[in-house]
Every structure is written in C-alpha cells, then in structure tokens.
C-alpha cells in the first residue's frame, strides 16, 4: 500500500497459492493458525460477492447505424438486444468520427465541420435552394409515398382507378409496367395519413400492400437545402419564377471548404465542354479519335454477327474474312474531312434557362437533368455555331431580361419561355471553304418554342394561364427586338422568318405536328425583301446542294453542316453504282435532299418520308429544280415500304423494248407482259400516260390511307430498269424492324447504301440484314421481359432468329464523313450488297 514490497516484508499467512503465482497483499485479516492436536478448519467462505468476469469490448461501430429492418417497418429485428444496429433513435449511438448515422433524424439535421458535427443554421442573408425556386417546385419527400407488391402488369392508368376506387385523394400516381413499385404524391399530410390508414396492409392478390416513403431522385437530393444561395442572387430575378441550378451556385471563394462536389462540378464543365468535347484536340486528332471508334463498331458488328448465326450453318464468307482485316466487318476505307470545321451549323438549338449564376440565359445546358443539371450557358466558345446564330441568341436573351412572362422551370414544368431555333440558308454558288463568313448566309428563320399557347381554328391566340393581351404585347415586343437587333448589326443580319411552336411536353423536343404560328416582321427593319413575301409566310428559307436549291421548313431535316453533306450525298452516289437504268429508293428522304442530288444519274427516284411538311419541301424543290423524274410518299417507312417494292419490283419474264427516255416522271404503276418467252428477269414499270400527274399542297397534299404519292411533273410512256438500289438515312434510332424485314426479303433489291448518325444503331440494323436465316423461325414469346435489358446489338441477334429466309446482304466496305467537327460524333456510309 506504501509502495514497498509486502512479499519481503511480511510473512504470507494467506490460503496457499501455486508458487509461481503469488497473490498480491491482501486486506482481509490473516488466517488464525489452529492449535496442536486441533484439525485444520476450512476457512469461512467470503462474505464478499465475487466480481463479475469483465464486460467483452464492444465494436467501435456498435450500435451506430439505424437497423434496415427497423427502417422499413419501425419494428425490432429477428436479432433483439444482440443485433448490432440500433432499433431506435434513442438508442443510436454517435459515431468514431462525431457524425450520426446519415438516415437518422440527428444525422439529417448535421453537417460535419472541422471534425465536429454541428447542427446546420443559415444567416439571415442566404436562401436555400429550395425557397429561391419556390417550395411548390420542390416536391416534399413526406408528401411522396412507394406502394409495394402492387400487380406486374398494372400501368399508371390502373394504379389511379385503385386509388380512386379506394376514396384515396392523390396530385399524381406513377407506376410502369412490369414493376412491383408505384409512387404516388399527395397534396396534404391530411391525405397521406388518410392513404396509409386505408392502404397498409391491404390485400392484392395475394399479396398486403406495403407503403413506405419513397427515395429522392438524384436532383432532388442536389436541389435539397444544403445549397444555399446569396440574397443577391435572388433578388436578380425576384419578379420570375427562377429555377436556380442545384449544381452551379456562384461562389467568390473558391477555397470554402463548405463548397458542394457538385458545385465544383459545375465551374469546371462549360458549355464548350458539353456541346463540343473534341474541340480541346487539334482537328487531325479529331479525326484519329473518330476514326478509331467506328474501327471498334466495325468489331462488335463481326462479334455480334457471329454469334446471330444459326448452329449448323456456315459462317458467312465475309466474317470469316474478318480475320484478315483485324476483325472489322468490311474495310474502314478513311474519313472524309468537314470543309469547314468552325461555325458550321446552319441549324442551332438554344435552351432558355438560368445560368449559374441565376442569369436569365439563351444557350446550351451544362448537362443532363436526370443528373441534376439545370443550368444554362451562353454559346460564345462554341466553336460550332455560327456568329449569326450567337447574335440572334444573345438578342433574345435581352429581350428575355425585360419579358413579363416566366422562362421555362424544368423542374416542375412551368413557364412560358422555352427555346430559340435558327435556321440558316447560304447564298447560291457559296462553295468556298471559308471559315465562319456571314457574307455567305442570305437567309434565315427564327423558330421560337414557347408553352400553353393554343391556336385555335380561326387563328385567333388563346392561352392557358396567361392573359391573351399580355401574351400578343410580348410577341410584338419580341418581334421589334428582332428586328431592331438585325437591322442594328453590321452589316445588317438577315430575317426571312419568325415562327412561334406551341410544345407543351417536357422535353423541349416538339413533335413534328405541334401548332406554328407566322409572325410577321417589319419590313423596314428586316432584310426581307418584297418579292419573298410568300415564302415568308410559309415560313421556309432556302440553301444550296451540288448546285440544287432546296426549300426549307422549319421541322423539316435537313444536314447541319451544308457543305460535308454535299460530299456525303457524292459519295453515297458513287458507291451505289447508279446508271440511267437504276431505280433507287430514297427512304427516310426528308426534303429530298439525296434523291433530288442524284436524280440526275439515276432513271427514278422514289422518296419516303413521314414528315408532311419534308414530303411537301420535297415535291417543291423537285419543281424548283424542274426535276421529272421522282415520286415522293408521305408515310412511315414501315408502312409504305412493302407495298411499294411489292409495286415496282415485280418480275417479267420478258422486258418490252421501248427506247431510253431521260427525265421521266416517277407517278406511274407496274404492269407485266403475258406473252413471255424471254427467261432474262426485267423490272418493266409502265408509267401512266395522262396530261399531268397529281399534285400536292403546302401542308403534304391528299392522303390515302395515311400514304401519300407526289410526282413532279407529267407520265410518259413505259421505261424499265435492270438495277434496283436503295439509300437508307434513318434517324439516330435506326430503321424499323418492319423496314429492314421488306429491305431483307426482297431478292431483287441487291445493293442498299446505309448512311447512319449513329453506328450503335447500324450495328443493330447490319446483324439482321448481314446474317443467315434459321431454318426455322422462332417468334416472340410476348411473356418474355428479358428484352428490357438487351442491348441494341442482343435485340437485333434476337430479332434474326424471326427473320424469314431470304438471301442476306454483306458489308463490302464502309467510309465516314465528318460532319460534326468538334464532337464524337460523325456519319458513316456503309455499302451492303448481296
């Protein structure tokens, strides 16, 4: 006790010890030694309790993290007190690091700082995220709730009718097909309270329904209130409904360590970096890095290929020749450089948004919205639009500053504001490859995409939710803006057309349908002319294509980058083999654009397109250019495609000697000769012999059902042709599965030229037009959702076990051309032949 060593000071008169183990000195009185002759007694058991064997340490991490169990039902685990995850709030213990579980209510309610967790508190001078867009955007995660174990196949529709039949009020009720989930979204927390009362636990099937709180998607996480925003920042645009980027709020002080990742984000990623993320690289590089892409698609279209052929079947020569060339499906012969590699659009989209600094702003978003990104940049560093489309864009966004309407809110789908289109039309004979001139451009159609206007029968301007004088005071406002801001420029800028869409979706992408409305500019402020006023009221402009001119609407396709379509358009031709007895189809032709190009080497031309407005464009520039010899078809491809290979490549078995006729017309039928003795196999196609041929009007012409046929000028007598080609120039989709089945079964239709935006689809497309058939076809099994996670490649190998038996094409070669400088992105041509 005095630090001194007991053991040498005293003698032991404790009970006996094992030696090697002596006890420490002990505070009880010693034993009392027994007397001689007297038996040993057994010491009196200790009155003291013995202590307990000490407690075994727990895990730094017990009891810090709430149990998923109690989580989704509020309820204690099957593991009770032994469980290491706690059952409740008062149980949860703080962690190593002074942090609370994050899905605790303790942890919502925390920030880390310096190492401590601290209760989060904003100053009187900031506003959060959610209070600057305004709370009705933002939708509450109390008020959202998941309804669980509901039926696979109900849809949207039938999990409404549920909650209607059940007396459940709701704002809205989403659930897709093939889901055991539905989310519904409620206006009070009187209805959710009402909803679970009546829902939990009730029977479907045979299985309860379970309603638990439903997860934020990924920018509402973003947009919650750990983002704050200066009070200045708000009072920028106090009088608008302005949606501020949850990624991108302004901050001087770059070294804040309280700054979000997604801010960080943000200032680094701009709009050159979005639209155009080639454009650090030199052009020579570009053109590597494109050319060593489509070089991997070429691959996968011989891997995917290989595995789509039938067992028991022989490869196809072409892929087995595909060892002999690295394994590419055909040789990849170059890519054609883009005679302009700066300002070659001669079409631009802008959005209107917020920039990140809560700055109303025409330009191009930062990124994508299912990511959280909302904000909206100017396009000056873009080195692929044009200084004209710039010039208009920043016009409209000063007009923009003073509108009395609200800009488009991505996030709940308000607004009146949405996007600005420029189209721009060169001047005839402008071939030269000079960069970015404005001298060049002669006209140009302005497009703006607005929300909640409706046109009625009598053209008369109705809205929902604005004031229809408000609204026609702010279209003329818009319309002096234009035209004040071309005229002021020098030289002055060109306005041929202002157009107004009508879109009320979410996505900014309208249907080719949606209403226009022609407004109309002053003509001492424009540079329109007087004898174009008709063309000013059909809203069309007009560029140039191998010396052609082509009219314009302002839906209608038409090629981004003029001049590199002109040798896209020179190359198709050339590897298609035309001559002056070929019939070639133009499918998916939009404004004629590769037909009308090769009209001129060809005997006929037959277009297909399902865009009215492109169909009547065509018929136009056919007349313009005083072509005869084309027949345009307003359908889709999958539904005219058929008919028409079934109309114009029937068999004879002897062809009817008639002389060469140049420039005839296309609007004709086929006939047959009975009399035949000749085996050699002609396509004969009689045309009809009558004083002119029907036309069509501005808006696509008379229908048939839902197929229409154009012809530009009068019939002539029959003329046949030994050679069928088709051009395909699908959307970045690709073609349909009904399209390629009528390309595929047609025998005579031996050579088809695929020019494609996207090589991921003409992979899809190849494998079914390039692999043998089965010798017995397997059709779908409607039961089968394995499709909704194959790839575009594994449905096509699904899709090829169905194909009828026919001959199948094989890839000869294949060619890019670089219309997009600046991007991944480029066209490539690939000839198929049988």
Same mark, same amino acid.
């Given at each position: ?11 032991? !008169?404790?009970?006996?010890? &094992? ?137 949207? /529709? ?25 989310? !519904? ?30 997860? &934020?998607?990924?920018?509402? =996480? ?18 608008? /409904? ?66 789509? +052929? ?36 001669? =079409? ?10 809560? =700055? ?107 004031? /229809? ?73 007009? /560029? ?18 003029? %001049? ?85 490549? =029937?068999?004879?078995?002897? &062809? !009817? ?6 420039? !005839? ?44 046929? +154009? ?31 009528? %390309? ?7 050579? %088809? ?78 000839? %198929?032949?049988?």
């Amino acid at each position: 006790m005095d630090g001194q060593d007991s053991i040498s000071d005293q003698p032991i !008169v404790s009970p006996p010890a &094992p030696p090697a183990q002596p006890e420490p000195e002990s505070t009880q009185p010693p034993a009392p030694v027994p007397e001689p002759g007297e038996k040993r007694k057994q010491p009196e058991p200790d009155s003291a309790p013995t202590p307990p064997p000490p407690e075994k340490s727990k895990h730094p991490l017990w009891k810090t993290s709430l149990c998923s169990y109690f989580r989704r039902t509020g309820g204690e685990c099957s593991h009770g007190e032994t469980c290491r995850y706690a059952h409740s709030e008062e149980e949860l213990r703080q962690r190593p690091d002074n942090t609370w579980d994050p899905t605790s209510e303790r942890g919502k309610k925390m920030k880390v700082e310096n190492g401590e967790s601290v209760e989060v508190k904003r100053g009187t001078d900031e506003v959060s995220i959610t209070e600057a867009i305004g709370e009705d955007c933002c939708s509450d995660n109390v008020l959202e709730k998941c309804l669980i174990n509901l039926p696979m196949r109900w849809s949207s /529709d039938n999990l409404r009718s549920f909650l209607t039949d059940n007396g459940v009020h709701f704002k809205s009720a989403k659930k897709r097909k093939g889901m055991l989930v539905g989310f !519904v979204s409620f206006e009070t927390a009187e209805q959710v309270k009402s909803a679970v009362e009546e829902l939990n636990g009730k029977s479907i099937g045979n299985k309860d329904l379970k309603i638990v709180d439903a997860t &934020p998607r990924a920018y509402e =996480k973003r947009k919650a209130g750990e983002i704050s925003l200066p009070q200045s920042t708000q009072n920028t645009s106090e009088n608008s /409904d302005a949606p501020k980027s949850s990624i991108g709020v302004d901050n001087t002080d770059s070294n804040d360590d309280n700054m979000t990742v997604e801010s960080t984000v943000s200032k680094s990623r701009s709009a050159r970096d979005s639209v155009t993320p080639l454009a650090h690289m030199s052009y020579v590089d570009q053109l590597e890095h494109k050319k060593s892409s489509l070089t991997q698609m070429l691959k996968k279209l011989t891997r995917n290929a290989r595995k789509a +052929c039938p067992n028991g079947v022989s490869l196809p020569e072409w892929i087995l020749n595909s060892r002999e060339i690295g394994g590419l499906a055909c040789k990849l012969e170059g890519i054609v450089e883009s005679p302009l590699v700066s300002g070659y659009r001669n =079409k631009c989209e802008f959005s209107v948004g917020y920039s990140l600094q809560a =700055k109303v702003t025409v330009g191009f978003s930062l990124g994508n919205f299912r990511e959280g990104v909302i904000a909206v940049e100017e396009p000056l560093n873009c080195p692929n639009v044009s200084k004209i489309a710039c010039k208009y864009a920043a016009i409209f966004q000063e007009f923009l500053q003073h509108s009395e309407l609200p800009i488009w809110n991505r996030l709940n789908n308000t607004g009146f504001w949405r996007q600005l289109t420029v189209r721009e039309g060169r001047k005839p004979g402008q071939s030269t490859e000079v960069e970015d001139s404005e001298a060049h451009i002669a006209e140009v159609l302005l497009m703006v995409q607005i929300c909640f206007l409706v046109l009625c029968v009598s053209f008369q301007v109705s809205t929902a939710g604005f004031d /229809d004088g408000m609204v026609n005071g702010e279209f003329e406002k818009m319309t002096n803006a234009f035209a004040t801001g071309a005229s002021a420029n020098t030289p002055p800028l060109p306005l041929t057309a202002l157009l107004i869409q009508d879109h009320t979706g979410i996505s900014n992408v309208a249907p080719a349908d949606a209403p226009l409305r022609s407004l109309t500019i002053p003509n001492e402020k424009s540079e329109t002319r007087q004898d174009d006023v008709k063309d000013v009221v059909e809203a069309r402009i007009h /560029d140039y294509i191998s010396n052609l001119q082509f009219c314009i609407s302002a839906t209608a396709f038409f090629q981004v980058n003029t %001049l590199a379509a002109e040798k896209l358009y020179s190359l198709a031709g050339d590897w298609a083999g035309l001559g002056p007895d070929t019939l070639l189809f133009d499918i998916c032709c939009g404004t004629g654009t590769i037909g009308l190009t090769l009209a001129h080497r060809v005997g006929m031309v037959v277009g297909i397109e399902m865009n009215a407005s492109a169909v009547s464009d065509a018929i136009r520039n056919a007349e313009i250019n005083g072509i005869k010899n084309c027949r345009f078809v307003c359908s889709k491809a999958e539904d005219a495609l058929g008919s028409l290979l079934k109309e114009y490549l =029937k068999m004879h078995q002897k &062809p !009817v000697d008639v002389p060469q006729i140049d420039d !005839v017309t296309v609007h004709g039928e086929v006939t047959h000769t009975e009399n035949a003795t000749d085996t050699k196999e002609n396509l004969i196609i009689e045309l009809e012999n009558c004083d002119g041929a029907p036309k069509c009007d501005t808006n696509g012409g008379q229908k048939s059902d839902s197929q229409q046929s +154009c012809s530009s000028a009068t019939a002539k007598p029959v003329q046949y042709f030994k050679n069928v080609v088709a051009i395909v120039d699908p959307p970045r989709v690709g073609l349909h599965p009904t399209v390629i089945k009528a %390309l595929r079964t047609h025998p005579h239709l031996r050579r %088809l030229v695929y020019i494609s935006c996207n090589p991921e689809s003409l992979v899809a497309n190849a494998i079914e037009l390039c692999t043998p058939s089965f010798d017995k076809t397997e059709k779908g099994n409607k039961n089968n959702r394995g499709w909704r996670n194959m790839s575009s490649a594994g449905l096509a190998r699904h899709r090829a076990k169905s194909m009828p038996n026919s001959e199948p094409f094989q890839p000869i070669k294949a060619m890019a051309v670089d219309l997009f400088p600046h991007t991944p992105h480029c066209e490539l041509v690939m000839l %198929l032949e049988r």
